[in-house]
């Protein structure tokens, strides 16, 4: 055996491994039971991709899909972490939970009462 013809039968068989792994992904995507499997499912799917990307890479021997694999991969990461950050300010009835001082949103329960205007007339000290 040459390593051309081991090289070629890895290959396949990877192709096929992705394609066995792409297709369990996109079942969990469609069926999981919650937005967490969703999104972990999608990450998967990111994952896979950059795997067929490779093997496509080796099968050609066109060193540009290395660089496409890996901006795919931080552009799947940036999605995660926005992904992640959605459901964080989302509650386990799906509305949205109370948002701390660092997100710079107000809600209503940590909205400030605006304050009643005291005897200067509401005027702020310094002439402004």
Known sequence: MTPELIVSFATI??????????LLTVYRVVAGPTLPDRIVALDMLVGIAIGFIAVIAIRTGVNLYVDIAIALGLVGFLATVAFARFVLSRGPDGKRERQTVLDGERTPETAEKPAKPG???????GGR
């Open 13 to 22: 068989l990877a192709s096929v491994v992705l394609s066995v792994a792409f």
């Open 119 to 125: 005897p200067s007339g509401g005027k702020r000290k």
